[in-house]
């Protein structure tokens, strides 16, 4: 619960039992969020928000951080 997930602005639901599975509901997504492209294949965008402290924490890649503001 140190991570905050999202898809195109949206709060999801994350699913019990593991795994990456999540409910988002599509009409709470920014227009224009999701693109298609020929491979077939549906691209979503899905945004993890946490903390620097929590990132680092977890193993995250400290050298590739880029901050903005």
């Given amino acids: 619960m140190k991570a905050r997930l ?3 602005g ?3 639901f994350v699913l019990p039992g593991g795994g990456i599975n999540f409910m988002v509901d599509v009409e709470k997504v920014m227009p224009g969020a999701f693109t298609w ?4 294949a549906t ?3 899905i945004e993890y928000t946490m903390t620097v402290r929590d990132f680092v924490e977890m193993g995250g890649h400290q050298e590739a951080i880029k ?3």
């Fill in 67 to 69: 901050l903005f503001g």
């Fill in 10 to 12: 949206a709060p999801t």
């Fill in 37 to 40: 492209v020929p491979t077939p």
């Fill in 6 to 8: 999202t898809v195109g």
């Fill in 43 to 45: 691209v979503c965008p």
